[in-house]
């Protein structure tokens, strides 16, 4: 267990945090919640809890900067702010990443690796902004008329959060809403609201105009409803469970709003008895344990193939053994807490149903030893025979990984197919055309091959089947916040 290390930073500072919006800290209608990290239990600030008289007022300033001065500047003028932003970040990192342990629990070792990520996203976005553009088209009408398309941006986009990467997930919906002209009001996770209020403080200073970005931290059924429903708001970025996705898309209905959903995921990651076996079992485990197996892609259900079953499965619990728990604020922490102590109880329910199932536990299965309260619970290597059994079907959100063999590669397709949902998947294998195969047959948003939750802003990510849809990242992903008119022009006279 790592050591602990006091709480501290500078955004601390004993005041209440209060909501973004209009580019200016204002009190919230809905009142405070208590700001706790999951790391001691500990309450760390005190911070405004947005409801929907909030969200309405953030709306509000959203469609007023929209209709103003930010809809008259260039792609230029967008693409120089989003570089200015990508240095303020850079220079705010340090603090930024520490902001981010502290609040959600993950380990600096991990917070630390985003901020290239923080770097490229920015700027390839502001690459974006000036490599807009629409089409010249034939038509087929009498006399002489030229048609073309202008794309234009969509208007007031409401970007809702999760709870377990907040520093990373907010870029999804502030990135793209710059580059088009679009405004924003994002509402993260009660569990987590930290970075999301010091990153718009931090894009204000840096020239983003007022009511551009609003943030409203609040509860789902209040705030994150009155999002969805908002007659104002012309699109919806969501990143959250499944159930709660289905919500979404019924309240985007009362105006017809364009929604992106990013939901749940149960991913296959498939071992062939042909792979680099010590590789594949280090990429097996953290493709689980990585982030405590908060992570929406989390390679959680494990297919082996049945003659390295046993070997392989031990070496997996092997490499989670030796993972080092602790204080996320020490920098040889490599598995931080849970984000909450609602998810704590979450995972060690699943830990008893593994009991009660009668599941062969090789590693973990039980919490870890906790500094001063903290949610940490040890990496869990699960050996499960059933493919059908409740811990392989369902999304525990937690360092729990199902171990199943398979005898075919006709027989571990059928398998890792068979789920509701479809976000990521990988294939390890030496074979590289039996790795096409596989990687092409998964159904799933994102295959990996030899390799395990590799991802780049410029590539794109989507989900498939109840995993959601819409697309993050690549060149199509600003489409999405641009509506695209048909220009007809009389050349007769």
Request: charged share 20%; aromatic share 8%.
């Amino acid at each position: 267990m790592a050591d602990a290390s006091p709480i501290s930073h500078p955004f601390l500072n004993g005041k209440p945090k209060q909501l973004f919006i209009g580019g200016k800290h204002v009190d919230a209608h809905g009142g405070t919640f208590d700001c706790i990290t999951p790391g001691t239990g500990e309450v760390i600030a005190e911070v405004a809890c947005g409801d929907a008289v909030d969200i309405d007022r953030a709306v509000s300033a959203a469609r007023t900067a929209f209709e103003g001065e930010w809809s008259q500047w260039s792609p230029y003028d967008r693409q120089v702010l989003m570089l200015r932003i990508a240095d303020a970040m850079d220079e705010h990192f340090a603090d930024l990443g520490r902001l981010e342990s502290i609040d959600m629990g993950a380990p600096v070792a991990r917070t630390g690796m985003f901020k290239r990520w923080i770097q490229q996203t920015f700027r390839y976005y502001a690459a974006q902004a000036v490599n807009i553009r629409g089409e010249v088209l034939e038509n087929s009408f009498p006399g002489k008329f030229m048609t073309y398309t202008k794309r234009a941006p969509l208007g007031v986009v409401g970007g809702i959060i999760p709870w377990n990467g907040p520093m990373i997930s907010q870029l999804w919906s502030i990135c793209p809403t710059l580059a088009s002209g679009c405004t924003l009001v994002l509402k993260p996770a009660l569990e987590a609201p930290l970075s999301a209020l010091r990153m718009a403080e931090i894009m204000a200073e840096a020239g983003v105009p007022a009511g551009v970005i609003n943030v409203v931290p609040g509860a789902g059924p209040t705030a994150g409803a009155a999002l969805a429903e908002h007659m104002d708001v012309d699109r919806i970025a969501f990143t959250g469970s499944t159930a709660t996705g289905r919500k979404i898309i019924e309240a985007s209905a009362r105006n017809f709003k364009t929604v992106a959903v990013e939901l749940g995921g149960k991913s296959p990651d498939i071992v062939f008895a042909d792979a680099d076996l010590d590789r594949a079992a280090v990429g097996a485990a953290m493709a689980c344990f990585n982030n405590t197996g908060q992570i929406c892609y989390a390679g959680s259900r494990l297919f082996v193939e049945r003659s390295i079953y046993a070997e392989f499965v031990e070496k997996v619990a092997a490499v989670g053994r030796q993972l080092r728990i602790g204080n996320p604020l020490d920098p040889g922490t490599q598995l931080g807490p849970l984000a909450s102590a609602a998810q704590f109880e979450r995972v060690q329910r699943y830990f008893d149903l593994a009991r009660s199932e009668g599941l062969d536990i090789r590693s973990g299965g039980q919490p870890a030893p906790g500094l001063g309260g903290g949610y940490f619970v040890e990496p869990t290597v699960l050996a499960v025979e059933d493919p059908n059994s409740r811990l392989v079907r369902e999304e525990i959100f937690g360092p729990v990984l199902c171990a199943i063999p398979f005898d075919s590669e006709a027989d571990v397709i059928g398998h890792a197919n068979s789920t509701e949902y479809g976000l990521g998947g990988a294939v390890w294998s030496r074979d590289i055309s039996k790795a096409h195969r596989v990687a092409a047959a998964l159904r799933c948003g994102i295959a990996w091959v030899n390799c395990y939750g590799v991802t780049d802003p410029s590539t794109g990510f989507n989900g498939t089947k109840h995993s959601g849809y819409g697309v993050k990242g690549g060149p199509w992903h600003i489409n999405d916040y641009l509506t695209s008119k048909t220009v007809w022009v009389d050349l007769n006279s």
